[in-house]
């Protein structure tokens, strides 16, 4: 994986880990902080979405992938519309967790890409659902 892209990924997990931090420490108010998480938290996941639609693209094949590039879009959102508590910190948990399982089942990269695409978004995904876990602790 090319040494930016693992930089660039690492950023943003800043984020998820600073807002959190700064409601602990008192730096930001609690409504605040889980405002602008939720917010950072649903744009980051619609990125995804991208992910599938270049692949579908990319194989010319304008199935099913092409309908689910949308769906983390659309939870972003919803989770957005109905913002403000512990379950939707949870529902976004789960849908990072559900899209990594869906990468390593759909995506078709090279063996050697879709190896270090998968290890890196391990990482970052790991890290991600801990700060959302960690918000809710704080909620």
Known sequence: MPYSVVILGA?????FMLLPLAVVMNLLPLPEGARYFTQYSAV????????YWWDALSKKDFGPQVYIAMLPTIIGWLCLVFAGSSMILSVLSVTYLAVLMYDKQSLSLDKEAIVSYISLRMILTTVVVLCHGWMIFIL
């Open 44 to 51: 980051l996941l619609s990125f995804f979405g991208g992910i």
């Open 11 to 15: 950023a943003g997990l800043l984020p």
